[in-house]
């Protein structure tokens, strides 16, 4: 199967035909959500798998690109079939569910921006604060204005200005878009990692509370960057208390 050449086509061919266990397709539950500004699909992993085994590689290994993808296809099919209906505004986001656990003390560099299940009890939890997602930076001598999207969690903007050469960028921050964050650590006695939850996926977890979570292993520059060494984090998909 050809899958990277036509993935819409085949993600939606997946939503519409796929049938879960009480006979309801995906799309059958993306439909009783129309009505919503934010449409939430929770997928079973292993009806990936059972569709077909490259396509659950592919959310494994590259899970930013693929479930970016898997999003856009319903928004499309959607803005097609509902366009009065829906709020154009609308987000969808993709959870996945039921993948094989993983130990905290065994995710290695290989691991990095692909998709894990872990589990741990949250040992810190921080404030909720808000998280540049985008900003502008506007250049202090030649006026250009930059858009700039933080890839980590340490917003470390570039500082030279990529028109006059000089160090004269600055964040315009009433040109930014902020989502709400929230940072965990979380810990099975072996490792403690820490974990990004952002936007309507912050819950109300407790100290000591234990969790499932799936997410993807980001790197985390920081300071120390120089050394070539990276500390990692998981950015939350989909979590809950068990
Ligand atoms: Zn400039």
């Given at each position: 199967m050809s899958d990277l050449i036509y993935p819409e086509v085949f993600y939606m061919d997946f939503l519409l035909n796929f049938k879960k266990n009480d006979d309801r397709t995906y799309i059958k539950i993306i439909e009783e959500q129309i009505q919503h500004n934010t449409i939430e699909l929770l997928i079973d992993f292993n009806d990936l798998n059972k569709y077909n085994n490259n396509f659950s590689k592919n959310v494994l290994n590259n899970p930013e690109e693929h479930l970016k993808q898997l999003e856009l296809t319903i928004y499309n099919y959607l803005y097609d079939k509902y366009h009065n209906i829906i709020n154009n505004q609308i987000r969808i986001k993709i959870k996945i569910d039921n993948l094989k656990k993983l130990y905290l003390?065994?995710?290695?560099?290989?691991?990095?921006?692909k998709l894990i299940c872990v589990e741990g009890i949250i040992t810190s939890i921080s404030q909720v604060r808000p998280m540049i997602e985008k900003t502008t930076l506007v250049c202090n001598i030649c006026k250009r204005q930059i858009t700039f999207i933080p890839n980590?969690?340490?917003?470390n903007p570039i500082k030279?200005?990529?028109?006059?050469?000089?160090k004269s960028l600055r964040i315009e921050y009433n040109k930014s878009i902020f989502i709400d964050a929230l940072l965990l650590i979380i810990s099975n006695n072996k490792r403690k990692i820490r974990v990004l939850i952002k936007g309507n996926n912050i819950k109300n977890y407790k100290l000591r509370d234990k969790i499932k979570l799936i997410g993807i292993v980001k790197i985390i520059n920081n300071d120390r960057k120089r050394l070539n060494k990276y500390d990692i984090m998981i950015e939350e998909n989909h979590s809950y208390k068990i």
């Amino acid at each position: 199967m050809s899958d990277l050449i036509y993935p819409e086509v085949f993600y939606m061919d997946f939503l519409l035909n796929f049938k879960k266990n009480d006979d309801r397709t995906y799309i059958k539950i993306i439909e009783e959500q129309i009505q919503h500004n934010t449409i939430e699909l929770l997928i079973d992993f292993n009806d990936l798998n059972k569709y077909n085994n490259n396509f659950s590689k592919n959310v494994l290994n590259n899970p930013e690109e693929h479930l970016k993808q898997l999003e856009l296809t319903i928004y499309n099919y959607l803005y097609d079939k509902y366009h009065n209906i829906i709020n154009n505004q609308i987000r969808i986001k993709i959870k996945i569910d039921n993948l094989k656990k993983l130990y905290l003390q065994d995710i290695k560099a290989e691991n990095i921006n692909k998709l894990i299940c872990v589990e741990g009890i949250i040992t810190s939890i921080s404030q909720v604060r808000p998280m540049i997602e985008k900003t502008t930076l506007v250049c202090n001598i030649c006026k250009r204005q930059i858009t700039f999207i933080p890839n980590n969690i340490y917003f470390n903007p570039i500082k030279l200005c990529p028109i006059c050469r000089e160090k004269s960028l600055r964040i315009e921050y009433n040109k930014s878009i902020f989502i709400d964050a929230l940072l965990l650590i979380i810990s099975n006695n072996k490792r403690k990692i820490r974990v990004l939850i952002k936007g309507n996926n912050i819950k109300n977890y407790k100290l000591r509370d234990k969790i499932k979570l799936i997410g993807i292993v980001k790197i985390i520059n920081n300071d120390r960057k120089r050394l070539n060494k990276y500390d990692i984090m998981i950015e939350e998909n989909h979590s809950y208390k068990i």
